[in-house]
């Protein structure tokens, strides 16, 4: 026959839920909006109906199939990505109270929840992950204590909780540190983890018209720089990423067949910079570099029109040595597919826009300088910038130049280069970011996905590629200024001020935390002792300092779990102690043996009277109550020795 289930009194049931949504926290501030609400709703409205008794199987079933059923309307289904899989844990956690009813079943949520926080780290290792993941597995012991003590007896006060979890950490992170620290890295991983699919906000290797604004809405870093020397001048802050050639009407895209060509020859100018880039995950290849770089770091590549692009995935936070410098000279001499390829329209597309360029090259004469400057004369007298733009229509770029003459940066690079070809000028679409954050506590810049930019470049005799940016002549302080400067024109209040510096001093601790855990890789780790004079430690003295750290943190622990063993009671605790030193002598008290027996035991054998005495004594405190004065009973237990006699 088998033994009763044990039911969830109401304190236990209440604790494991917390636990649980604890748990499920970090990840669902990973997962899109609408679908984190409508988790978060499941989980309420789950525990809230389950509280009489685990719900029917026909309603589970429905909740599953529901949560499938949502996760698919948010995230698509033909190509799932770890970021599908963290959301189906996530909503299975979230019904998984609707089931909730015996101490077993609230170990067995317990347990599932504890992969929540790690789930999360799938999809980000920031610090506010961090620091929720470690709330969510001290939750999770202190409810498994209360489980594991709910059994028996009652449970202990919350500190005594938190006490005993806080010793559990305290035994194991020595070890933690010492596997993180100094176990040999690998520099590169063994394997990979599946893509998102839903895609990070970034760039990419196509750009259409009216596709940038969830981007240019987003203002969570994309990367930060740090520039070993002056920093650029602000028209120089260009961050030059995917060049796009190939252009169907309405979309821009890459030219795959130039990736495999070398970069392009360039006579850089004497000035130049030397930086650095964090370069936050986005799950794919491209990278951006400031315009123009001069060589690929490692573990990059850049294709025939500099455009950089990293050798795998950037599912991880990544950093980059770069230098660049202005260009003289860029690709003075385009051979015959470069220059077809940067002529090539679609037929049929934008004939005002074909109409007009003819005529201002017929009025140039072959002075493709003179096109471009009027171009740009005219779009800076007649245009403006603004993101409430209409849909695109069958010819986007004629509906802009001549009819609504107001858009974003999509819309004015596109539209010149067209007006460019049109008129005979080889001329292509660069994307990337522009401008940046200082952050002055840091001495860095911040370069947000609002930042993203496009623009364009024309190819002229003698001079080759040259950047024009159209965009600028409208809206110089959306290029020239920066966010910082933006947001502090408007800043006329000490609290607006305030709360700047408070977001400088956040995304400085956050740099922090990248600089010191994220990007803790093979090369840094062999680098971890060079303020001591060691420079590039070897795999083997990595694994022999490991091996000396882990023997130094097992006997760490050992010595916090020998002395967690020892009474607590300090009179116990003396009381033993003096039963010890007659263990050696042969005459240790056995377990149900009360002090005073013990005691005339002991002097029938090694004549004591003192040691009566202090059973006696012993006694009246531990039992009786009589004794009123605890230390000076102390001081004596502690004090007294066996008699070196004998018995008679």
């Known amino acids: ?40 709703v499941a ?61 077993r079943d609230a170990r067995s949520l317990l347990g599932f929840a504890l992969f929540s926080p790690f789930a999360a780290f ?41 006490r005993g979890v806080g010793r559990l950490l305290l035994i194991g992170l020595p070890l933690a540190l010492a596997c993180f620290w100094l176990f040999p890295r690998l520099a590169t991983p063994l394997w990979g983890i599946p893509e998102r699919a839903v895609g990070t906000p970034g760039l990419s290797d196509t750009m259409e018209p009216d596709k940038w604004l969830d981007l240019m809405a987003d203002d969570t870093p994309a990367l930060r720089a740090q520039f070993f020397g002056a920093a650029p001048a602000p028209a120089q802050r260009y961050w030059r990423g995917p060049v796009l050639t190939q252009f169907d009407g309405h979309v821009w895209r890459r030219d795959r067949r130039t990736e495999g060509l070398p970069p392009a020859v360039v006579e850089h100018g004497t000035e130049g910079w030397d930086y650095q880039i964090d370069y936050e995950p986005t799950d794919r290849r491209q990278l951006v570099a400031l315009d123009l770089p001069t060589a690929a770091p490692e573990g990059s590549r850049l294709d025939a029109a500099l455009s950089l692009s990293s050798d795998r995935a950037l599912s991880a936070l990544s950093r980059w040595r770069l230098h660049s410098a202005p260009p003289q000279r860029f690709d003075a001499t385009l051979s015959s597919y470069q220059r077809r390829a940067a002529l090539q329209l679609p037929e049929g597309f934008n004939p005002r826009t074909a109409t007009l360029a003819r005529q201002w090259r017929q009025d140039a004469g072959s002075d493709d300088a003179a096109v471009v400057r009027r171009a740009m004369a005219w779009i800076t007298a007649d245009f403006s910038y603004t993101l409430a733009t209409p849909a695109a229509g069958r010819d986007p770029v004629d509906a802009f130049l001549f ?21 005979g000028i080889p001329a292509r679409v660069v994307t990337g970011f522009a401008g940046g954050t200082h952050n002055r506590i840091g001495d860095y810049w911040v370069l947000r996905r609002m930042d993203a930019h496009a623009w364009a470049e024309v190819w002229l005799p003698q001079r080759g590629w040259v950047r024009v940016d159209p965009t600028a002549a409208v809206a110089p302080e959306r290029i020239l200024d920066t966010l910082d400067d933006r947001l502090q024109a408007g800043a006329d209040t000490g609290l607006q001020q305030r709360w700047l ?19 803790f890789d093979a090369r840094r780790q062999q680098q971890l002792l060079q303020p001591f004079g060691l420079d590039d430690l070897g795999p083997g003295q990595l694994l022999a300092g490991f091996v000396m750290a882990a023997l130094l943190a097992l006997a760490w622990m050992a010595w916090l779990l020998a002395r967690g063993e020892r009474e607590r009671d300090p009179l116990l605790r003396a009381w033993h102690r003096l039963g010890q030193r007659y263990v050696r002598l042969g005459l240790g008290r056995e377990p149900h043996e009360p002090a005073l027996h013990w005691a005339r035991r002991v002097h029938a054998e090694r004549p004591d009277p003192a040691l009566i005495t202090l059973s006696q004594r012993f006694a009246d405190a531990r039992y009786a109550g009589t004794c009123t004065e605890l230390a000076p009973l102390l001081r004596d237990l502690r004090r007294h020795r066996p008699t070196s006699g004998a018995s008679p």
């Open 501 to 519: 510096q408070l977001g400088q001093v956040g995304d400085w601790m956050r740099r922090g935390w990248n600089e010191l855990v994220l990007s």
């Open 122 to 162: 799938l999809l980000d290792q920031g610090p506010l992950t961090t620091v929720l993941a470690v709330l969510a597995g001290v939750s999770a012991l202190i409810a498994l204590q209360r489980l594991a003590q709910g059994e028996g007896r009652s449970a202990p006060p919350l500190t005594t909780q938190l």
């Open 403 to 423: 009819d609504y003459k107001a858009g974003y940066c999509q819309h004015f690079s596109s539209a010149f280069v067209v007006l460019m070809r049109n008129a």
């Open 43 to 103: 989980a309420l409205a789950t525990a809230a109906l389950s509280q009489r008794g685990m719900l029917p199987m026909p309603v589970r079933v429905l909740l599953v199939l529901g949560m499938l059923a949502a996760i698919v309307w948010q995230m698509g289904a033909v190509r799932p990505g770890r970021d599908t899989g963290c959301a189906l844990l996530a909503a299975m956690l979230a019904i998984k109270s609707s089931e909730l009813r015996t101490l």
């Open 1 to 40: 026959m088998t033994e009763p289930a044990l039911l969830l009194d109401r304190n236990t049931r209440k604790w494991t839920l917390a636990s649980a949504a604890l748990a499920l926290l970090p990840l669902l501030l990973q997962l899109p909006t609408a679908l984190a609400a409508l988790i978060a």
